[in-house]
């Protein structure tokens, strides 16, 4: 478990030295400034206790100094929330901050404990938002995204993990009933599937939709044409 | 076409077994085209008798994939879609979505600007709630309302046609400022529309507001707790008439609001009173908030400067603003190009629909209409 996140990240760092200077030097390139985004450098040496991989994965990065051309970069986040939860969970977890707001990185096995432990122990009582990015390129294709408020700190939150495609993730709607039509919506969008969701179907495409449009394999004028053929009798919705 | 009963599996089918009369409880269609869904909405309601046992929202009716088309157009030209989401209050749109983009270009629009943009979301704010009263009060069958706000509203949309040519979908911003100077009389059209609503306003209220019928058909009808409306994510109107003081321009002020002086209106119970209530007093609000920016307008220029073509660093932001419904935000990740890598939009009427099954339990059909206006969804936004 200790592993796993750290496996694929070396990999992106190297990537993202290659990927955050186009960035700022102005030559777009989806497929390799997709990937880096999760392994987020570590401009400054972190004080972070459980974080011994980044410093060293960064450091060659650090000389070439991308941010200056490309504006802040994330930056490690220190907080008591966060060193409580290194401190129970350790390597599985990373925060950073960015342009001032901050996140955690989470295992993907951890999660139901930290978002269980984020919402009765740290007071995050609103879930905003449940949503998720698709990274083709990636091994673990996909971001899933919570976003979190606390109304009595008046703080948010973005927690974030990685999973394969295919690989299911636990319901965050016994915590947040929001998350109920926000996981349909993430699952008829992007087919990942929340176990224990208490009615897991499609909410926005009709139910015998095939496929799940904000995949990036999904064409934009692509279409389930048997399911137009049938319901609709026309040819082509185009 | 699946079975339309097929879909209502999740509800609690503990509760069927005590109907009226132990008759068969009864599964009824509403909508998709049905005048007081508010467009394209449909709710299968179970109903015992005339007492709504649970229903289901069906939506997705006016998707358009706006997510979609967004990763494959440049931030500028994203910008117009945002406005056919919540299609009555598309400035409040434009503005989150532009100020999402400036976060993530980690620049600010010029004083001025923000003046400028405060201006016309309050005064959208405003239309958007005097749309909401209207429809709302005719679901319930006031009439007159509804010509009385139609006909202000228009003052509203003539400022919008004047200053940017369009009366809805008015794509009034730009990232990193406003493309349009004010016209000339611009401040004078706006303070002859303070002097002028402001007792309309009032009008409204003699209306309704200890009108018999309209407290009948109100009061206690699809109340919510504050704890259900955070535990749903519920916003805007809806959770402060619930009692909770939150609104995002004073929580985490965006644009300039941090200038202006204005209360948040709350309730006490959750009822579509309290909430018709908390609506009103925020429409008087706004218009203080407008007086407040059209007297401290200052000069200067109206755009940052942002290179034409806009191209933000690697990154992610999540930025949202209190629309006229609630909480949007706009959750975008850059991949240093010029399109962007994902867009999500956070729509605050998507998320407040979901309570409605829970806000209509245990009333009348009638008043699952009263319930629908009272929760201010737009299906444009709610679909996107």
């Known amino acids: ?238 | 076409m699946t079975d339309p009963t097929s879909s209502v599996s999740h509800l609690d089918l503990e509760e069927s077994k005590h109907t009226f009369l132990d008759a068969n409880e009864l599964v009824i269609n509403m909508g998709p085209q049905h005048p007081a869904t508010h467009g394209v909405l449909r709710v299968i309601l179970r109903l015992d008798g005339e007492k709504v046992m649970g229903l289901e929202c069906v939506i997705g009716y006016l998707h358009r994939g706006v997510e979609k088309i967004a990763e494959h157009r440049t931030y500028t030209m994203f910008n117009p879609y945002v406005d056919r989401m919540d299609y009555v209050a598309a400035v409040s749109n434009g503005l989150g979505y532009c100020e999402a983009v400036e976060r993530l270009l980690n620049i600010e629009a010029p004083p001025r600007a923000n003046y400028i943009r405060v201006i016309l979301t309050e005064l959208n704010r405003l239309a958007s709630h005097q749309l909401w009263l209207g429809t709302h009060a005719l679901d319930i069958g006031a009439m007159t309302p509804l010509f009385y706000t139609f006909r202000d509203r228009e003052e509203i949309l003539k400022i919008f046609e004047k200053y940017c040519g369009a009366r809805l979908t008015t794509h009034a911003f730009r990232i990193s400022g406003c493309q349009y100077e004010t016209y000339e009389g611009f401040e004078k059209d706006v303070k002859k529309f303070l002097t002028f609503v402001a007792p309309k306003i009032d009008e409204y209220e003699e209306l309704l507001t200890t009108n018999r019928i309209w407290v009948e058909r109100t009061k206690n009808v699809g109340t919510i707790s504050a704890k259900d409306c955070i535990a749903l994510g519920v916003t805007g109107p809806v959770l402060r008439a619930s009692g909770v003081k939150w609104d995002l321009r004073k929580a985490q002020p965006y644009a300039n609001y941090k200038q202006f002086d204005f209360d948040i209106p709350t309730g006490q119970k959750g009822d579509t009173y309290d909430r018709y209530l908390v609506r009103m007093a925020e429409m008087r609000q706004s218009l203080r908030i407008i007086q407040q920016a059209v007297d401290g307008i200052p000069e200067g220029p109206i755009m940052a400067k942002v290179s034409k073509v806009i191209k933000p660093p690697v990154g992610e932001i999540y930025h949202s603003i209190e629309a006229p419904k609630g909480e949007l935000g706009y959750y975008i990740v850059s991949d240093g190009s010029t399109q962007p890598y994902r867009i999500r939009v956070r729509p605050p009427s998507f998320v407040n629909l979901q309570a409605l099954d829970l806000m209509c339990r245990g009333q009348l059909v009638a008043d699952v209409i009263a319930v629908i206006g009272t929760l201010d969804i737009v299906l444009g936004e709610v679909d996107r």
């Not at chain 1, 450098?41 to 650090?62: H, L, R």
């Not at chain 1, 996909?142 to 394969?164: C, G, H, K, M």
């Not at chain 1, 969701?197 to 934009?220: A, E, Q, S, V």
Request: charged share 25%; aromatic share 8%.
């Open chain 1, 1 to 238: 478990m200790a592993e796993d996140p750290k496996s694929p990240q070396p990999p992106d760092k190297e990537e993202l030295a290659k990927a955050a200077n186009p960035a700022g030097s102005g030559t777009p390139d989806p497929s390799t400034t997709a990937t880096p985004k999760p392994a987020t450098p570590s401009a400054e040496k972190p004080a972070t206790p459980s974080a011994e991989k980044p410093p060293v994965a960064a450091a060659p990065a650090k000389p070439a100094a991308p941010a200056k051309p490309a504006g802040p970069v994330p930056q490690p986040w220190d907080s008591p929330l966060v060193d409580k939860l290194k401190r129970q969970y350790g390597t599985g977890l990373e925060s950073w901050t960015y342009l001032n707001q901050n996140y955690l990185q989470v295992d993907r096995s951890l999660i139901p404990t930290v978002l269980q432990v984020l919402r009765d122990e740290e007071q995050f009582d609103y879930c905003v938002d449940v949503t998720a990015v698709h990274y083709p390129k990636r091994e673990r294709q996909f971001d899933i995204v919570w976003i979190l408020y606390s109304f009595p700190r008046n703080e948010r939150l973005r927690v974030r993990t990685q999973i394969a495609d295919g690989e299911h993730i636990p319901t965050a709607s016994s915590l947040w009933p929001t998350a109920n039509w926000l996981e349909r919506e993430a699952f008829d969008m992007f087919g990942i599937q929340f176990d224990g969701h208490p009615d897991l179907k499609r909410i926005l495409l009709p139910d015998g939709w095939k496929g799940h449009p904000l995949r990036k394999d999904y064409g934009i004028i692509q279409q389930d044409q048997e399911w137009v053929q049938i319901n609709l009798g026309i040819d082509s919705g185009q």
